[in-house]
């Protein structure tokens, strides 16, 4: 491990941080309540490369994990050429580098067997799962199984290996599932083909697997074995965090399953079967009525009713609704004002009514898209893969309300905190916003 000092100014940073998250933190993947909606309302509406850009750095190395961040620290994760993998903090008002700690190395495969063991996509590497962080401790996964927790002066805590502990991975396309913090644990899914119809092969587990946040060691591990055949048990998906009745749930998807799990215990709350569609990319999101997720490779898009997801085996009836088409195979929803707003691979933006499914209305923005859509202002922002963001009025009406280029590729969904938003490029780390 290698570290960069920079002494006083760093730790005055992190001097004011809380065992809370606040409005315009951006935690974890899709922010800290992983649904992709920010608190903010005074959020850019304009920049390109000489507007409104507040700061640019360029990174390390490349990969898809979105900036997560705390008071003024935000951090990212990389994977150099020659694959080292790093760990990167930066000022979020001024850009200025904190800290570059070489977490490890690891190769990616872009060949192998069929099946067998798990090939990476090119349109990612092994800096796809995103950090997350909480008080002054920052969990990070990479997908070749390192997952590690550092402190805000790079020292780190703990690491362990998931592919050496428990198996190789066999997800087809490379491991991507981003760690979430919960209760003074790292909670970790792996979802992926059980290889249990070859012949003498010993069926692989899929799985979710929590460690202490403080020492790494082993808090409960829970087999995750939901009978979808081959590609369809795969799924690149981070579980949503959800308090009811006084626990606080895990919900899941992937495996032609939704189902949710206690993260005290790791015990299995309900689950939902039947949900057939292949391989899962798309990741749930969730109101205080529904939940709303994607059957798999561009399969139906449903919501599911929270009041009837108790306990053991949820009813059918709970499904409130199920629509087929214009529906996405990578990027996740967003719920604002009680629409669902979604787009597909392949750049066509679509306005639900979230309660009936209805569709409000439906626009192609062009491009390619990966990156999932985050909501602020009253504003959904659309980011495709060519760095050009469509700005969406987040009403029944469609409007959009501006369109935004930068000279990078985006395949990271954006993050946003305290008026500014800050987009991954494969080069560079954008800050948008006026200089404070």
Not at 28 to 36: E, F, I, L, N, S
Not at 111 to 136: D, G, I, M, W, Y
Request: hydrophobic share 35%; charged share 25%.
């Amino acid at each position: 491990m290698t570290y960069r000092p920079y002494g006083l100014a760093f730790l005055l940073v992190f001097a004011v941080m809380t065992d809370f998250a606040v409005g315009d933190d951006w935690r974890a993947w899709r922010g800290g309540r992983g649904d992709g909606v920010s608190l903010e309302t005074d959020v850019p509406l304009t920049w390109s490369e000489s507007e409104n850009i507040r700061w640019k750095a360029e990174l390390p190395g490349w990969g898809d994990s979105t900036p997560v961040i705390q008071d003024a620290g935000l951090i990212i994760t990389s994977q150099a050429e020659d694959g080292r993998l790093f760990l990167q903090l930066f000022d979020k008002n001024y850009g200025s580098p904190l800290r570059k700690i070489e977490v490890g190395t690891g190769d990616v495969p872009r060949e192998a067997p069929k099946r067998l063991k798990q090939k990476f996509h090119n349109l990612h590497n092994l800096a796809s799962p995103s950090p997350t962080v909480h008080h002054k401790w920052i969990a990070v996964h990479f997908g070749n199984g390192l997952l590690a927790v550092y402190d805000f002066e790079g020292n780190r805590l703990w690491s362990r290996n998931l592919q050496e502990e428990y198996g190789a991975y066999t997800v087809w396309w490379g491991h991507a599932n981003s760690p979430v913090i919960v209760e003074g644990k790292v909670i970790s899914v792996c979802m992926q083909d059980s290889l249990s119809d070859l012949d003498d092969q010993k069926p692989v587990e899929s799985y979710l697997v929590a460690h202490n946040l403080m020492t790494g060691e082993l808090v409960w591990k829970t087999k995750r074995m939901t009978g979808a055949p081959a590609e369809q048990a795969d799924a690149y998906t981070t579980p949503l965090v959800r308090q009811r009745n006084g626990k606080t749930e895990l919900i899941v998807m992937g495996g032609n399953q939704l189902d949710a799990y206690d993260a005290k215990t790791g015990e299995q709350i309900w689950f939902l079967p039947g949900l057939d569609g292949g391989r899962t990319v798309t990741g749930p999101t969730t109101d205080d009525k529904r939940i709303y997720c994607t059957r798999g490779m561009r399969g139906p898009t449903i919501a599911v009713d929270l009041k009837q997801a108790k306990t053991g085996r949820v009813p059918d009836t709970a499904i409130l609704w199920e629509e087929t088409q214009s529906t996405p195979d990578t990027p996740c929803p967003v719920v604002v004002n009680d629409l669902l707003f979604t787009v597909t691979d392949d750049g066509i933006a679509v306005c639900r009514d979230a309660a009936t499914g209805e569709v409000v209305w439906k626009e192609r923005l062009g491009g390619k898209f990966k990156a999932s859509p985050v909501a602020a202002g009253n504003r959904i922002y659309f980011l495709n893969t060519d760095g050009l963001c469509s700005v969406v009025a987040a009403e029944r009406e469609f409007q959009k309300l501006a369109e935004n280029k930068l000279d990078d590729e985006t395949i990271a969904s954006p993050a946003i905190s305290d008026g500014c938003i800050y987009i991954r490029g494969r080069k560079n780390l954008y800050c948008i916003g006026k200089a404070p």
